[in-house]
């Protein structure tokens, strides 16, 4: 056969080849784009990973300014918490996991810094960074209540999983099947010593990847419920997405939403419809008002002369109790049938006498209003009856979101409270009326190094150690397994019999020693302006304002003189008071 007879077969043969190829690729073309997309996004997603144990205030201001700096280009962070259970009862958390989009993550070991850091405080208070996890809420809850600091603009990962079609399944399957990163989840490494003076490499890479990978899903998520062309950067869709998930930040993702899962079937319209009824108005664990605050019902003196405005409730009880007699329907009018104590004098009097708008103080949100005492009920309660009464000065209304973000503030002022009047804020009701020992704390980390990193610890060290533990065994001459066990598990808290809720301290101490509780509630007041900076108060609306009533009662003879000491008040600069 001639050479040009075998190169036309040759060339015959390759044409028919590639047309068999071109049929099949043109075929299963939407197979092979769907493995190649596959192929993308299963690229190892935390190739980048850096983590940094941070143990010391100086290592954690450095470590928060970098992630403050990643969170300029991206404003995401992965979040998780860890701590550790002993007979049942949780601990303090131990660890806090942040990780960036740039793969920094720090595991910021609060067992060891004992308290939150300002710079971190800033961080985890601020409502422009979004905190990813599953489970979030619960742990910003933790935090909050063991170190009286606000985590602000979480978010569950599984709201982003229902509305892009995915289960809304818990950690270790979401990165699987989102981001084919396998975690470990052995119940030993779960439950670990997270308290341990030195942590495992095993311990690292467990709490590093939960901060990882949350990140990383909420990324490989974001794009696809805002398609980004795979030259974009990941900040390109983000405002998108954060406008799409925003009525489920700083929302507990509950089981009840399971069944939305059911929406992401087959049918084309499964993420439009499991959207749409997400997006429904969601309760976010603070109830919203059902009817008006302010009915502005007037309360008249015998005499005709404006009282004061009050809600119909109020007003019709007087009617009831035949106390009063209805004058007017519109607006509704009672007049008293007795001489009241006291008449409206001054601003205070007119602030009482002003008729009050149904809408957020800050914002001028009228649909949706809560209640705000902008001096914590559990400071109030603490002060005298003259003090607690005619207490509506101090109460406002906030849409939903002002209010979790003057809630949020208020932990700062707390916080600092509690270090200024040795009363430390852990939760008011909750604060834990145990105190460690710290001779049982040593015994139990010792016997935690023995049973857990035996063989990484060196001899001299060790016998240190089995001697902490054999003083406590009268006649033992070695460390047993039963010994540490019975070590570990170990009660090592006692009754706190002196403790004083922080409230109660904080009132205490302004009332002997910072100018009385009048000052007190002026901080309140103070802070609750520099930080809400509200547009909508009442007119009249002052931070003197319980200073001036007290004054005039005081120079009406209705107010003990025991009470304006503990209020701040001077009584010799006053009328004559009743002794």
Known sequence: MSASKKTTITNAALATIGVGIAFAIIKNRHKIIQQLKYAYNFRNPLRHKHIEVIETTDDCQRIVATLKKHCHEYRVLGFDCEWVTVGGKRRPTAM???????????????????????????????????????????????LSFDYGVGVASTFDLRYLAVLTNQKSEGLAKMSKSILNVPLDKNWRLVCSDWEANNLTTAQIEYAAKDAMVAVEIFKTLSDVLKKRRFWQSYSSNLEYVLEEIDAFVDVRFKDSFNKLNALAGNTSNSKKSAHIALKKPISRGISTRSKTLYDNCLLEAPDGELLCTCDRKKAQWYVDQNLAQEVSSNPYTVRLNFEPAGRAVGEVGRYYQTPKENQCVVCGRKDAYIRKNVVPREYRKHFPVVMKSHTSHDVLLLCPQCHQKSNISDLKIRTKLGKLCNAPYLNE????????????????????????????????????????????????EQVT?????????????????????????????????????????????????????????????????NANRLEIRANEGRIEKDDMVIAGLDPSTLAEVTK
């Open 96 to 142: 806090l996991q942040l990780a960036s989009h740039k793969g920094l993550c720090a595991l910021i070991r609060l067992c060891s810094l004992k308290t939150i850091p300002m710079s971190l405080r800033e961080l985890l208070e601020d409502d422009k960074v979004i905190k990813v996890g599953i489970g979030a809420h619960d742990d910003a809850g933790k």
């Open 429 to 476: 009701e909750g604060a834990p009326k145990l105190v460690e020992i710290p001779e049982l704390r040593q015994l139990r980390s010792a016997a935690r190094a023995l049973m857990y990193n035996s063989d990484r610890i060196p001899q001299w060290r060790k016998e240190e150690l089995e001697k902490i533990i054999l003083k406590n065994y009268s006649g033992a």
């Open 481 to 545: 397994p039963e010994m540490l066990e019975e070590c570990i598990n170990k009660d090592i808290t006692e009754s706190f019999s002196d403790y004083t809720p922080h409230g109660s301290k904080v009132v205490q101490e302004y009332q002997e020693k910072f100018g009385g509780l009048i000052e007190l509630e002026k901080l309140w007041r103070e802070h609750f302006l520099n930080t809400m900076q509200p547009k909508y108060l009442p007119n009249l609306w002052n931070v003197n304002h």
